[in-house]
Structure formats: C-alpha cells, structure tokens
C-alpha cells in the first residue's frame, strides 16, 4: 500500500476549515503563551543588573509584580488554549469518524466480503484516534512551540548577537535526527497500525462465531490465533518505540553540549565586560527555555508521522468507488409490468466461468419464480443482481422496461422487500426491528403489530413480559431462529415492496408456523413480482415458473409438473427429496 503523501496532510488541515474561529484562538492564546514566555526569559536581565548587581531598591516596587503578572497571562492562555484545543479535537474527530462511517454505507456489498469487518473496525476506532493527537494538537503545539522558538531567539539576538550566533549554529544538528527518522517512523507506525488491525479482526470474528468455537471445543485455538496477533502487534509497538524515542534524548544531548559552550564563551565575554551578568543570565535562561518547545516540536513530528500513516489507512477507505456513481437519477415507484433478466452474466474475482452466465427470464406482476438447483449453482447470486448489490458483467435488468441502472440506487431498493435465510436482526428492540422496514418512516404501533400478525410472530411477541419493546440482542441471539425468521418476514411485510425477494424464507419454521407464514406469504405475493429461493421444491411446486440453474446456466424451466414430467434435473432433486420422506413413512 502506498505511504502517506503531502495530500493527506492537506486532507486534514481541511477538517479545521469549519471551526476557523476556534483554532484562530488557539493561535491566539498560543502567541500570547509565546510572548509571556519570552518576556519570562528577558525580565532576568533587570533583576540581576539592577537587583542584585546595582542594587536599585526601587525596582523592588514594581518588578515582583512584572514578574507575577507574566506568568499569571501565561498560565491563563495555556489554560484556555488547552480546553479550547480538546473542544477543537473532539469535534474534527467526530467530523472524521461521521466521513468514515458514511463511506463505509456507501461501498458495495462485495467490498464486505473481501475485506474482513474487523478491518474496518480498526481503521475506524485505532486510526482515527491516532488523528485526533495530530488534528487536535496540531494547532496548538505547532503554533505556541513555533512561536516561542522564535520569540526566544529573539531574546537571545537581543541579549548577545555574538554568542546567538554560537548557540544558533547547534539547532541544525538537533534537527537532524528528526529529518532523517520521519520517513522510518512513517513506515513503522503504519506497520503499528495493520497489526492492530489483524488484531481486531481476530477479535471480531471469534466474537462473532463464538458459538461455533465453543461449538468445536476451539477455545485453546482462538487463544493462540490471538495471542499470535498479540505478539505481532506489541513488537511493531515496541519497533516503532525504538524509533520514536530517538529524537528527544539525542537533541537533549545537544543540547546540553551548547549549553556548556555557551557558559564557557558566555563567561569569557562576561570577565571582558563585552555582556553585564544579567544579559547572560537572561540569555542562559532563554537558551534553556528553548529546550521544552524544540523537544515538543520533535514529539509533536513523531505524532505527526504516526498520524499520517493512519490518515493513509482512513482516506484509503474514503477514496474507495462509492456504490451507485454510475447509477442513473430516475425515481422507480413501482412495478406494473415486468422485470426482465436479458442474457445476465456475473463472474467473482478470479473464478474461473462464472456464478450466473446468460441468463434470461420475465416476471411479471403477481409472477413467482423460483430458483432451485445444487449448492454453487447461482442462485443467491441471481437475486443479489436484482438489487444491484452486484453488477452484471454482461446483459440488463430491465424493470417495466427500463434498464435497472437508469434508476437511483435508494429508489431502486425502497421496491425490494428481501428476507434472507439467517435474517439479520439489529441489537435493538422488536418494534423497532419490525420498523425498520419502513425505511426510517415513522410507523405507528398498530402497523407494527399488524405486520407482526400476518407473520404470525404476534402471539409469541405478546407472551414475552415486554412485548415489543424486548430487546432482540446482537443479530437476535436472544431469539429462536424460527423467531427471527418470522420478524424478518414482517419487516419484509411492513415494507410493502413491489419486488419480493425471498430466500429460504420458511426454512427455520416448524411445520405448524411454516403453513400460517406461507399463507400470510401467498396472500403477500399475489400483487407483487416475486423470486424464491428454495431448497426444499415443496414450497416452489405452485410458483408460476421455477428455473433448475446448474453451473450458473439456466438448465431447466418450466412449472412443478412439466419440470417432473422432463425427467431431468429437477426430477433427480425432487426424488432425493422425497427419499427420506418414503423411509420415514
């Protein structure tokens, strides 16, 4: 993957763009911070010349208070900048984390089964924390350090032009750690970075499938797979430590040989009488002083680089091709005639053939058809081209006659109802789980419970001590499969969609529930155009036409009994079928 660019810090500048008012008085209050500090190192002067040295009591009036009220304007703006900084940085997190999230909704569904979810997770919690300490100290440490280096510096000009000549010529030499490690710190923080991100997806998945591990006894072997990823990781902490950690002893160091440099020339110049004590003094102090913001200058760079490498990881996500950028702006409200497949193709990356090649069909309004055929052989594919979670290589979509992609992706969709075979139920309660198929529409508790009957899911919702305000759990865990089903099936229900797509979608029922919900299901798709993927073909024996798919092609087509009467594929499954049945009779 490619590095951090100049770009990418150009992205994040343009995060503090709407709060210019905010970091304008962080400025502010840094260049007052810079300026008392300043003004600290240069006020040793008179109190050592006329304090100590001429003894002029009168300074005594008035240079205590000098020196109280420096320190009380300093401290008061480092106050105000800090709160205001954190204000700043919480605010342009939100602002990221909000753009991540949206692109995340916005790529296509194929994206998801490439990339593991944790991967994601990571970049969206690890990486866009790390931002926060660039963007959201960005403004102040670079604007008060940077301004106090040069503030001080001018004290010291001020105070000794001859010896600021000495003592400037040694910052090159701190500097130069920080130019020559950048690129290094870059790389190692970017390798920090993907190995918290394998770290999470470990976590993520076996949380995920936790039954089955516990299933399989995999305990021990999830233990490891972590603690693999654990070892990774902290070595990639502790490479990218050693790298950081270089610069700031280093420039402490070099620091301190020019400070012994400076006493020495200093002290010469003193006995000369080319510089009185207290300018020396002052221009020690400053020296010193200039210590902390260089040494936060080289932190704030080590920040930055870490930064920038998650800034990479976050911006690869929002420069992905979002989904529907091709897509047309036609409105679909409806379904009056047809959908047609015309020679529709669709191969996987890197699979050899393809998952659907040319297939055409019609459906017409209160059509059912139904796709049956082996594992592997198209099917779940098919119908996820009809809502254009995928993209057909070759042929059209065609609905009432108009190609599918003329049509805007939310119109497209608000027309497909989907129940899938492991219907997805959200950590929310069971109204609001039914509401969702409303598509962000208020819905009135009648109309919930409605759709939750015709699903025959109401009497099993009221015997729960909180109805339909229990709390169904991560994917519905605290629910049945049947259960789940049958609140999917009245999600579908309640969405009133033209297009029905149902997969499986009695499979989890036991036969008393199956015969209420295909009732409740017939009654569904009589005004609607219908696709039904079925394993067991005695739920597809009254669609109006069923197509056997083998091997991506459409082998077979016809009803239940011209299918039986063709003697071919269908009839093989269907005998199989009925195998068990005639040995449990």
């Known amino acids: 993957m490619p590095g951090a660019t100049p770009t990418d810090f150009r992205r994040l500048l343009g995060y503090l763009r709407p709060y210019l008012g905010l970091s304008t008085a962080i400025i502010g209050l840094g260049l007052v911070v810079s300026g008392a500090t300043g003004a600290s190192a240069y006020i040793i002067r008179p109190v050592m010349d006329k304090v100590f040295v001429d003894r002029e009591a009168g300074m005594l009036a008035w240079l205590p208070w000098a ?11 480092a106050y105000g900048q800090s709160v205001l900084t954190e204000m700043l940085g919480s605010r342009v997190l939100m602002d990221i984390r909000n753009d991540f999230f949206g692109a995340l909704l916005s790529l296509p569904v194929g994206r998801f089964t490439t990339t593991a979810s944790g991967e994601y997770v990571s970049r969206l919690t690890n990486d866009v924390a790390l931002l926060q300490r660039v963007v959201g100290t960005l403004v102040k440490d670079l604007v008060r350090n940077g301004a106090t280096v040069i503030v001080l510096i001018g004290v010291i000009l001020y105070q000794d032009a001859f010896l600021a000549i000495f003592a400037l010529g040694v910052m090159p030499i701190a500097y130069y750690p920080l130019i020559a490690l950048s690129k290094r710190l870059r790389k190692r923080s970017r390798e920090g970075q993907e190995a918290v991100s394998i770290l999470t997806q470990v976590l993520t998945g076996t949380l995920g499938g936790i039954r089955e591990v516990k299933g399989f006894v995999a305990e021990e072997r999830e233990a490891r797979r972590f603690a693999g990823a654990n070892r990774v990781y902290r070595s990639t902490v502790v490479r990218v430590a050693r790298v950081a950690s270089i610069p700031p002893p280093m420039m402490e160091f070099i620091g301190a040989l020019g400070i012994v440099g400076i006493i020495m020339a200093g002290g010469t110049r003193v006995i000369d009488g080319a510089i009185t004590a207290g300018a020396f003094w002052s221009f020690v102090a400053a020296c010193l002083m200039l210590y ?7 932190l704030t760079n080590a920040n930055l680089q870490q ?23 036609r409105v679909l409200d409806g379904v009056r005639e047809s959908v047609v497949f ?11 053939g393809g998952a659907v090649r040319g297939v055409s069909l019609t459906a017409g309004v209160g059509d059912v058809v139904a796709l049956v055929g082996p594992s592997g052989a198209g099917k779940s594919t098919l119908v996820n081209l ?3 979670f995928l993209e057909p290589a070759e042929g059209v979509i065609r609905i009432d006659g108009v190609d599918s992609r003329e049509f805007s992706l939310p119109s497209l969709r608000a027309r497909i109802g989907i129940v899938g075979q492991d219907p997805v139920l959200f950590d929310a309660t069971i109204g609001e789980n039914i509401a969702y198929g409303a598509g962000g529409a208020e819905v009135s508790a009648e109309a919930i419970a409605d759709a939750a009957a015709k699903a025959h899911a109401h009497d099993f919702i009221s015997a729960l001590p909180n109805g339909y305000d229990t709390r169904v759990g991560e994917r519905g865990v605290m629910l049945s499969g049947g259960q789940r089903q049958r609140i999917a099936i009245a999600r579908a229900i309640l969405k009133d969609a033209p297009i029905l797509i149902l997969d499986e979608a009695t499979s989890a029922l036991d036969s008393e529930s199956e015969r209420h919900v295909q009732e409740a299901l017939n009654g569904l798709m009589a005004r609607r155009t219908t696709f039904v993927i079925a394993h067991r073909l005695s739920t597809v024996r009254h669609a109006t036409q069923i197509l ?6 459409v082998a077979e087509r016809g009803t239940h009994d011209e299918l039986l009467a063709l003697d071919g594929l269908y009839r093989k499954l269907h005998d199989i079928q009925l195998k068990p049945a005639a040995h449990g009779g």
């Open 292 to 298: 902390s913001p260089m040494r936060s200058l080289a």
């Open 67 to 77: 020196v109280l009220a420096i320190f009380f304007v300093k401290c008061t703006a």
């Open 548 to 553: 056997v798919l083998d091997g991506g092609r």
């Open 342 to 352: 015309d020679g529709v193709s669709f191969a996987y990356a890197g699979e050899d």
């Open 386 to 388: 009809i809502p254009r």
């Open 307 to 329: 930064a920038l490498a998650a800034a990479r990881r976050v911006f690869e996500v929002l420069d992905m091709p979002r989904e529907g950028q091709d897509g047309g702006a």
